[in-house]
């Protein structure tokens, strides 16, 4: 495999300076644990995967659950928005990079998963991508070392993703599914767009369409695999890119979820 993957959206989606970098971070999830003592382990985050100025606080809300526990390891699925995926796109790097250092990737992992029908190894779809790299150094910072398995998940039917995920995914290990809501719409549209969104979503439906989650498919198939795992579903946040100052007629809307057993 190929040493790292550069970062490709820092100075962009998020800061490019580790100082920076460490100081917002250090403002939305402080090194002490916020949880209390048994408090439940989360199996899994509905995370959104925009611009740190838009989506980073609202991240962050899940992220903060994480704190207190351990994870042998990290799926991390989203969708591709620069390069088409048929099935699943695994990368053929060792790690990824951001200006916090070094993620290591769960290349045993991989090459199990490459094997199967719907998947490939293909670095072009991943080299640009921001949704997953976004998510990064939240993992940094509360996970340092613990390996992912970056999954770009394009055109598959939910049940063959749920059941490659029942596979996969043990109960040691941290399920991350990175999606943004509604695009586009002025805002009280897309607010009771995104509302009907989160209503599927905690009732647990497979069924969202792309124009309603841009991370429809991996978000269908985790939800049918949680449904099939008799995992719950908790709303932790919600929000719109017009809150944090964005254009009020072409709103994003972003929403943060945690799986629970």
């Known amino acids: 495999m190929i040493a790292s993957r550069p970062p490709a959206v820092a100075g962009q989606f998020y800061s490019d300076d580790a100082d920076v970098l460490n100081r917002q971070m250090r403002s939305w999830l ?73 993620v290591p990737l769960d290349t045993e992992c991989i090459e199990k998963l490459a094997r199967l029908g719907d998947v490939r190894l293909r670095n072009t779809p991943h080299a640009r991508e921001h949704c997953l790299e976004v998510q990064l150094p939240f993992l940094q910072w509360l996970m340092p070392g613990v390996p992912v398995v970056p999954m770009l998940v394009g055109d598959i039917a939910p049940q063959a993703l749920a059941e490659l995920l029942t596979n996969f995914v043990e109960e040691e290990d941290l399920l991350l599914i990175s999606t943004d809501l509604s695009h586009f719409h002025p805002l009280a549209e897309a607010q009771q767009r995104d509302n009907a969104t989160v209503a599927k979503i905690l009732r647990l439906e497979a069924q969202i369409d792309p124009n309603e989650a841009c991370g429809a498919s991996p978000l269908n198939g985790a939800l049918l695999f949680a449904r099939e795992r008799g995992y719950k579903v908790s709303l932790l946040a919600q929000t719109t890119s017009a809150e944090a100052g964005g254009d009020t007629e072409r709103v994003v809307g972003y929403a943060a979820f945690a799986l629970y057993h």
């Open 30 to 102: 402080p090194l002490q644990p916020t949880t209390e003592k048994g408090a439940r382990r989360p199996r899994g985050l509905i995370v959104p995967h925009a611009g740190y100025l838009y989506s980073g606080a609202t991240a962050a809300k899940a992220f903060r659950h994480l704190q207190g526990h351990n994870y042998r390891r990290i799926f991390l699925l989203g969708p591709p928005h620069r390069v088409p995926v048929e099935g699943i796109a695994l990368p053929h790097w060792q790690q990824f990079s951001t200006p916090l250092g070094e």
